[in-house]
């Protein structure tokens, strides 16, 4: 599991409101776009500065490009760094706190220890 780059995919997408909206009209292309061209990039570098070994696990992109945030969870990314993406992206489609209540109500089953989201 490369909790690492799973973590770096939210952040990075969360902080451009331009992603943001392509990864909740297309989230499978933008996943397989970001992964090609994003992934290597260090973030705070000039874009010659990249590495070219990253790439998602497979339950990894598929959590990512299904939307399937009680997985990612499940895999160990970074709760806060979920949360605040799927809101931007999802709370427009519910009443006032509704997503994150959803977002509790679908993470529910879990129970501590909750999966560790150290990287």
């Given at each position: 599991?490369?909790?690492?780059?799973?973590?770096?995919?939210?952040?990075?997408?969360?902080?451009?409101?331009?992603?943001?909206?392509?990864?909740?009209?297309?989230?499978?292309?933008?996943v397989q776009w970001w992964e090609t061209e994003?992934?290597?990039?260090?973030?705070?570098?000039?874009?010659?500065?990249?590495?070219?070994?990253?790439?998602?696990?497979?339950?990894?992109?598929?959590?990512?490009?299904?939307?399937?945030?009680?997985?990612?969870?499940?895999?160990?990314?970074?709760?806060?760094?979920?949360l605040t993406l799927f809101i931007a992206m999802?709370?427009?489609?519910?009443?006032?706190?509704?997503?994150?209540?959803?977002?509790?109500?679908?993470?529910?089953?879990?129970?501590?220890?909750?999966?560790?989201?150290?990287?």
């Amino acid at each position: 599991m490369s909790k690492y780059l799973v973590d770096k995919f939210l952040y990075t997408v969360d902080r451009d409101p331009q992603l943001v909206e392509r990864y909740r009209a297309d989230p499978r292309g933008t996943v397989q776009w970001w992964e090609t061209e994003r992934a290597g990039s260090i973030l705070g570098c000039v874009h010659a500065e990249a590495t070219t070994w990253l790439e998602f696990a497979p339950v990894e992109r598929e959590a990512l490009a299904t939307h399937d945030y009680p997985k990612l969870f499940e895999l160990g990314a970074h709760p806060f760094l979920t949360l605040t993406l799927f809101i931007a992206m999802f709370e427009r489609d519910h009443e006032p706190l509704g997503f994150q209540q959803e977002y509790a109500r679908r993470l529910a089953h879990f129970t501590l220890p909750y999966p560790d989201y150290s990287t």
